[in-house]
């Protein structure tokens, strides 16, 4: 059974571009949230999605926006990149019909913005 | 707001000592308490969960955490420590509404010696 998988593991990009972070979910899993997280800092809730729609969001700008598909597969995608925006990208899946759920996490996506 | 304040930023035990990693949370209501363990450029592995019944847990590895209501606290335990424990450790909280995003501490780094 694949757990939580992450693509790509390491991304170098420049100020002003744009990126796109992907996530697989635990399989049976429908729910995805997306953190990021700061060196030396705890993971930072940035939204998640069910049913293709975003359900809940985090204090992050409109430059971070993110797309559910059918297969409940996500991506994550940061316009305008600044410096601040350097950190690692967590996904995390989770079954939305269970109260008691868990999140499980991915392996991460560094970013680093040059 | 929901809060979780980690006191302790970096831990050192010597090997076969035994462990106590600080949580305290800010929640109005009956929280959803978790630990994670995050290894160098690694995601988060869930180590236990309180959801609600015995105020004792077990988790993987040989942890266990105590959740204390009238402390606010969700103190994290192991009675002896092995070198493969050196990790950054994560306590969150989360609401008990099955959309709730995870809210996290800053992380306490534990560092084993020999």
């Known amino acids: 059974d694949a757990g939580v998988t992450q693509s790509p593991t390491h991304l170098i990009k420049t100020r002003g571009q744009q990126v796109t972070l992907r996530c697989s979910p635990k399989?049976?899993?429908?729910?995805v949230s997306w953190y990021q997280q700061a060196l030396g800092q705890g993971p930072q809730f940035i939204f998640q999605?069910?049913?293709?729609?975003?359900?809940q969001r985090g204090n992050f700008p409109d430059r971070f926006s993110g797309h559910q598909f059918p297969n409940y597969s996500s991506e994550l995608n940061v316009n305008a990149l600044l410096l601040g925006d350097s950190a690692l990208y967590l996904c995390?899946?989770?079954?939305?019909?269970?109260?008691?759920?868990?999140?499980?996490f991915g392996p991460g996506t560094r970013l680093t913005v040059t | 707001a929901q809060s979780v304040t980690q006191p302790d930023i970096h831990i050192t035990v010597s090997e076969g000592a035994s462990l106590e990693l600080r949580c305290n949370y800010s929640?109005?209501?009956?929280?959803?308490l978790f630990w994670y363990v995050q290894s160098p450029g690694q995601g988060l592995q869930l180590l236990l969960k309180?959801?609600?019944?015995?105020?004792l847990v077990q988790g993987i590895k040989g942890f266990e955490a105590e959740f204390k209501r009238s402390q606010s606290s969700f103190n994290l335990r192991k009675p002896s420590v092995h070198w493969s424990d050196a990790a950054e450790y994560f306590c969150?909280?989360?609401?008990?509404?099955?959309?709730?995003?995870?809210?996290f501490g800053q992380g306490t780094t534990l560092q084993v010696k020999p």
């Open positions: 995390a899946s989770s079954l939305r019909d269970r109260e008691a759920y868990e999140q499980y």
């Open positions: 399989s049976g899993h429908d729910t």
């Open positions: 999605y069910y049913e293709e729609e975003e359900r």
């Open positions: 929640y109005g209501a009956t929280p959803y």
């Open positions: 309180y959801f609600s019944g015995d105020t």
């Open positions: 969150a909280v989360r609401s008990s509404s099955n959309t709730g995003k995870l809210i």
